[in-house]
């Protein structure tokens, strides 16, 4: 398994079209060779203005190659609660056939540090965030 950002940032806004055409095509070159490697390519979420950043630009990008995956980082989510996001994606990936998490990745946060830079609150909640883990992993 090969875990990939979809961009780097910062994105302008009024470019934001133009990134996640290339990412798209972009990624599909790459599922294209991690398929002949015969490894599987998962799509991570990012903060702040990278792609991914929301459920439904993350769900526009997985629907763009049935091979790519997803990787949930609950360290780069900052517009929305992380269980939102989840209950969100599962809701636009099941309805548009977008394949669920692969890799939910949990490791050590700076919350508080990025608290204070983005003024989001990072609290999660991890019984909401769990159950809906469990819904997008069926």
Request: glycine content about 2%.
């Amino acid at each position: 398994m090969a875990v990939i950002h979809p961009s780097s940032e910062p994105i302008d806004e009024r470019e934001r079209g133009l990134y996640l055409k290339n990412a798209k095509a972009s990624l599909k070159v790459l599922a294209d060779r991690a398929q002949e490697l015969g490894l599987i390519l998962a799509v991570e979420n990012l903060p702040r203005t990278c792609l991914c950043r929301d459920s439904e630009e993350t769900a526009q990008i997985l629907k763009s190659d049935d091979r790519l995956r997803f990787c949930f980082d609950v360290n780069h989510l900052l517009i929305d609660s992380h269980a939102r996001f989840l209950e969100r994606f599962a809701r636009q990936a099941f309805r548009r056939c977008i394949f669920p998490i692969t890799i939910l990745r949990t490791s050590g946060t700076r919350c508080r540090d990025a608290e204070k830079l983005t003024g989001a609150s990072l609290f999660c909640c991890w019984k909401r965030l769990i159950t809906a883990v469990r819904f997008c992993t069926r």
